[in-house]
């Protein structure tokens, strides 16, 4: 059994509602992982605008209509996120993370430069 953090499910909460980014850098399975807290509706448009510039537009779809549910505080979405390792992220100009909260070991507000 999960122990859920509701103060980052609140974070999460509030990104998603006011459709704000949050600076902030979580540990899950020993990574850790930075970036920006960014709104779930957000994260799911930059997703299928990307894969419709793509070779597969019609990916786009599955995106589009999971924007259109309801928001969730079950998931965080990370905007420019990067994996630490040592001296080197990964990606190295940071990429779109969507990851379970209650996988979250550990997080900070603030992401790691």
Do not use: C, Q
């Amino acid at each position: 059994m999960t122990n859920s953090d509701k103060l980052l499910e609140r974070l999460v909460k509030r990104v998603n509602d006011n459709g704000v980014f949050l600076d902030i850098t979580i540990t899950i399975s020993g990574s850790l992982i930075t970036g920006r807290l960014a709104p779930r509706g957000a994260w799911l448009t930059t997703i299928a605008e990307e894969l419709e510039s793509s070779d597969s537009p019609d990916f786009a779809n599955d995106f589009k209509a999971e924007a259109g549910a309801l928001d969730t505080t079950e998931y965080l979405h990370l905007s420019g996120g990067r994996v630490l390792h040592g001296t080197i992220s990964m990606p190295t100009k940071g990429g779109l993370f969507r990851a379970p909260v209650s996988s979250v070991e550990a997080w900070t507000i603030g992401r790691i430069g």
